[in-house]
Nanobody
Framework: DVQLVESGGGSVQVGGSLRLACAAS????????MGWFRHAPGKEREGVGI????????YYAESLEGRVTISQREDTNTLYLQLNSVKPEDTAMYYC????????????????WGQGTQVTVS
């Protein structure tokens, strides 16, 4: 089965950058989408970025575009999240997700989820 393990979280100073990694295993050619979501206390889980694995086309939350980059390393099935100029509002648990099909691109109903990695901006 698909397994996702996030890493790279921790404490980041305001204005700095973070780079998270998601090590994926059990993916198939039918696993067409992967993405990053985040969940802050008191807020709903929100999408950060989604990537179409075949070709690497990425889509970003409108509120984050310009600061965020989603990329993948296909040979190791690793997904990356780069977020620059971080703000305290970026503090959240960040989750990696994967799915075969998307009824709606930004729907939160991804099939597979990692355990998350905590990012704290101060």
């Amino acid at each position: 089965d698909v397994q996702l393990v996030e890493s790279g979280g921790g404490s980041v100073q305001v204005g700095g950058s973070l780079r998270l990694a998601c090590a994926a295993s059990g993916l198939t050619d039918r696993t067409r989408f992967m993405g990053w979501f985040r969940h802050a206390p008191g807020k709903e889980r929100e999408g950060v970025g989604i990537i179409y694995r075949s070709g690497g086309t990425a889509y970003y939350a409108e509120s984050l575009e310009g600061r965020v980059t989603i990329s993948q390393r296909e040979d190791t099935n690793t997904l990356y999240l780069q977020l620059n100029s971080v703000k305290p509002e970026d503090t959240a648990m960040y989750y990696c997700a994967a799915d075969n099909d998307r009824c709606e691109l930004w729907a939160p109903s991804f099939t597979y989820w990692g355990q998350g990695t905590q990012v704290t901006v101060s």
